[in-house]
């Protein structure tokens, strides 16, 4: 019998859970709001490609959670939404890095990927990929600049996917080596579904307790002002 693996990305303003069955998408619920619905519309969605199967999370077999980077919001509740399920049903958590996912919204046949993720001002979370999806640069914060990733063009063609592909390509100095697909999206579970049957038939597995997501850099709040008459 074939394992049930639930992918739950959450990282951007899109909601995304997918239902897989031995490395093949079964059902897949998404939907991207601007102002992060995820509290609502995360358990919603699991709920519907279960059902939609007859199945229950006792059904299934792991929990597969896009661990970021991305947004701290959306990071939080994914990871809570993953790690209660796995406690409650006593089974592994499989932790995929987001730009990994990103990286899979795209199939060329030579060059390399740079996977993105916007982040603030001229600023992207980014790694880079064979095309074989080999990581060759880890996830890491980076500022746009108009010769970013400009010796990357000496290896062949660059391609540039995730929601960081404007950003990038209003900056950097154009090039016939860079490539902008126009079918980029944000983050989805239906991308997680190959790499999380390879980490449960590897057993690549977390340790829920301990587990938390990567935001890559460390969350920033508002500084509150200063009261002068206190000062």
Known sequence: MLSHLLCIETTTT???????????L?????SNHENYHHAQLLHMYIDKVLSKHNLKTSDLAAIALSSGPGSYTGLRIGAAAAKGLCYGNDIPLIAIPTLDIVAREISPSDGHIIAT???????????I?????????????????????????????VYFVGTGLEKCEKTI???TQFIFPKDSSYPSAAHMVKQAQDAFEKQVFEDV?????????AFQTTPQKKNVLGQ
């Not at 899109?14 to 093949?24: F, I, K, P």
Request: net charge negative; charged share 20%; hydrophobic share 30%.
């Open 26 to 30: 079964s059902s897949l619920a998404q």
């Open 117 to 127: 993720l916007d982040a603030r001002r001229d600023e992207v979370y980014c790694a």
């Open 209 to 217: 307790a301990y587990f938390d997501v990567d935001y890559l850099k």
């Open 173 to 175: 100095h154009q090039n």
């Open 14 to 24: 899109q909601c995304s859970v997918a239902l897989c069955e031995g490395g093949e």
């Open 129 to 157: 990929y064979t095309h074989e999806y080999q990581s060759v640069q880890p996830p890491s914060p980076h500022v746009i600049t108009s010769n970013s990733f400009a010796e990357w063009t000496a290896k062949g063609p």
